[in-house]
């Protein structure tokens, strides 16, 4: 039996005092400034629940297009480290798992049986029959390589979807929001692809450029939201202050003011239904608010909502028993309220990890890595189990479990297999191929996707070191072309070529003089009726 107490990353234990403290004002500290507002993108409300938008993107065109049209995916993030082994019990090694927590271990006759070998929390009860309906599913064991015991890195990389020992600053559905469209002020969707309710921690919906952009605005109600439609913005950009700060506060305000498009149509939406159950916990009052929109017509593909909570590393047993309870009343109530259109919903918690597997002497639990995820929704054509079930006699040398599914995994199997979106688009956005699970998941053929096969342009921007920017295309055959850049308003501020072009590589200069603000602005070159762009930063 190995020592658990060895090698801990400072940080990852209550014990560790300012270690621990510093971490979790770190990890606050970052949630906090993405929630600011203008800061680091805003985030809109619905009864009084926040919420963010994205914009364009290659996966966007694919979740409009795809045959599935109507298949939507809920993200349900347990924010803190949800305790694995005391939400899915292993029955079938119960006297180890007591052993490890003689005073939180969970009563053998309590356990809710899924099988012979598994036992479920007796506070999950009310997704008891979603398990018997054949509506849920577990995939044990999941986590990553060298896995962090922070929450700041932890839940970084399951929005970015990156290896432990690499740091990406966006998220992956951010990531091509900002590099495959960057012009998106000017040719957005006209539907919001992905919607975020609650939290606001998560890298998943982040650009990559040096701001890391959050798309989204904030408003405060549904009626606010409405005014907003009418009016057209919610930021002042003209009463401006005539000074670099003024520059970058227009700048801001401008990014919050553009995703106004999707008031209007949240808002019909949003009054288009209405909840037909009472929801009675705080993840079910968002999930409500999912709902509602679902059955209003909205067309979102993806939601993510988010408990918090779950870092418990004193008193577990009766904190961890009441989130069972609000998580499985949100889904319960979710699903009923959702009614026929549930069979076009599929829905997976996640958490940036699991807790230690021996407790605490606080009666807790610490950091740890793996865990189970949870899904629901009747596309998953079944209950069961994936994946190998936890193994409390090989643990590594912290005392963790070892994890066996890489959670790239789960989210390819859903891209390909829910969504349906082509396999290779999966891989790009994952950044390398995953091995694809057998969830129970199915989908109709694929449609192609336009960034693979009508993206022929080859383009890029150089900067020089007197400030000029030098943009580079290549074109395929003779057409006509036309260059514009644009600033963040949308509006055209430089017109550098525009007639027909002979095929092969061509480059022009952007003279970044000083009627030009430093600020972001975007190129766009229209070849041969199609239009690319890329994002250039102007700097003094």
Not at 180 to 189: A, I
């Amino acid at each position: 039996m190995c020592n658990p107490h060895n090698n801990i990353r400072k940080g990852a234990s209550l014990a560790d005092k300012k270690a621990h403290a510093k971490d979790h004002k770190r990890w606050s500290r970052r949630n906090f400034i993405r929630g600011l507002g203008l800061t680091a993108g805003t985030g809109m409300m619905l009864a009084k629940t926040p919420i963010s938008a994205i914009a364009s993107s290659p996966l966007a065109y694919l979740l409009n297009e795809a045959a599935n049209e109507d298949r939507v995916f809920v993200l349900i993030r347990l924010k803190g480290g949800n305790d694995g082994l005391n939400t899915i019990v292993p029955l079938y090694d119960y006297s180890t798992y007591q052993s490890y927590r003689p005073n939180i271990a969970l009563a053998e006759n309590s356990l809710l049986g899924l099988s012979n070998e598994f036992g479920m929390h007796p506070n999950l009860q009310n997704i008891k029959s979603l398990w018997d309906d054949g509506k849920m599913k577990v995939v044990n064991n999941v986590g990553y390589d060298n896995h962090s015991l922070s929450h700041f890195r932890s839940t970084d990389i399951w929005g970015s979807a990156s290896d432990a020992s690499e740091v990406i600053n966006s998220g992956w559905l951010g990531r091509f929001l900002e590099n495959e469209y960057p012009d998106y002020l000017m040719t957005p969707p006209p539907n919001p692809p992905a919607i975020q309710i609650g939290s606001s921690g998560s890298l998943l919906f982040n650009g990559a450029g040096e701001s890391n952009t959050n798309y989204s605005l904030a408003v405060t109600s549904p009626d606010e939201l409405f005014e907003i439609a009418q009016t057209g913005q919610l930021y002042d950009t003209q009463n401006i202050p005539d000074c670099h700060y003024g520059t970058q506060l227009e700048y801001l305000r401008t990014v919050a003011n553009t995703t106004f498009i999707y008031a209007d149509i949240i808002k019909q939406a949003y009054d288009n239904s209405s909840t037909e159950i009472d929801f009675t916990t705080s993840l079910g009052n968002q999930l409500a608010l999912v709902s509602r929109l679902i059955k209003g017509g909205l067309g979102t593909k993806f939601y993510v909502v988010s408990l918090d909570g779950f870092d418990t590393h004193a008193g577990q047993l009766n904190s961890h028993a009441q989130l069972m309870n609000n998580l499985s009343s949100a889904v319960r109530e979710f699903y009923e309220d959702l009614g026929a259109k549930g069979k076009d919903v599929l829905s997976m918690t996640f958490s940036e990890f699991g807790r230690r597997v021996q407790q605490n002497a606080s009666q807790g639990t610490d950091h740890g890595t793996a865990a189970p995820i949870m899904l629901f929704g009747e596309g998953l054509n079944g209950n069961g189990f994936i994946g190998t079930g936890p193994d409390l006699d090989d643990l590594d040398n912290n005392g963790n479990l070892k994890f066996g599914t890489d959670f790239r995994e789960i989210y390819a199997s859903v891209l390909e297999n829910w969504l349906c979106i082509d396999p290779d688009l999966v891989n790009n956005i994952l950044g390398q191929s995953f091995d694809r699970l057998d969830i129970g998941l199915t989908c109709s053929p694929q449609v192609s996707s336009p960034s693979l096969a009508g993206y022929q342009l080859q383009h890029e921007a150089r900067y020089t070191s007197d400030g000029q920017i030098i943009i580079r295309y290549t074109l395929p055959n003779t057409m006509f072309t036309k260059v514009e850049v644009f600033n963040i308003l949308g509006q055209s501020v430089a017109k550098l070529h525009q007639g027909r072009q002979s095929r092969g590589e061509h480059q022009l200069t952007f003279r970044g003089g000083s009627q030009f603000a430093p600020s972001s602005y975007v190129y766009r070159i229209e070849a041969n009726g199609q239009a690319y762009s890329n994002k250039i930063v102007l700097m003094r």
